[in-house]
């Protein structure tokens, strides 16, 4: 019964500047990583940045460094994506990723729904 619930996802222009979250809730033992996939329309899903959750150690995508900002909420389970200076190019469906073992079961890769970012004039 784990999940992945992402928030923050909308409109704004290019230069602008959004925050998603993402909590995991459920019957959860440990998690050992989360992160954030991206996928536009006719493309492929594509990473673009994840955090160790015991560390707070993150990773970028090329495009996307130097721009977003991946971090550990102050609540359990939680990671904040920081998304600035936001171009067209990043306009997507965002995808919350985590790598978590729930009781009772081994670790695996959990998936949310998935929340629309639009970058437009």
């Known amino acids: 019964q784990v999940q992945l619930v992402e928030s923050g996802g909308g409109l704004v222009q290019p230069g602008g500047s959004l925050r998603l979250s993402c909590a995991a809730s459920?019957?959860?033992?440990?998690?050992?990583?989360m992160g954030w996939y991206r996928q536009a329309p006719g493309k492929e899903r594509e990473l673009v940045a994840t955090i160790t959750m015991g560390t707070g150690s993150a990773n970028y995508a090329d495009s996307v460094k130097g721009r977003f900002t991946l971090s550990r909420g102050d609540a359990k389970g939680v990671v904040h994506l920081q998304m600035n200076s936001l171009e067209p190019e990043d306009t997507a469906v965002y995808f919350c990723n985590g790598y978590i073992r729930p009781y009772g079961s081994e670790y695996k890769y959990y998936w949310g729904q998935g929340t629309q970012v639009t970058v437009s004039s």
């Open positions: 459920g019957s959860i033992f440990s998690i050992l990583n």
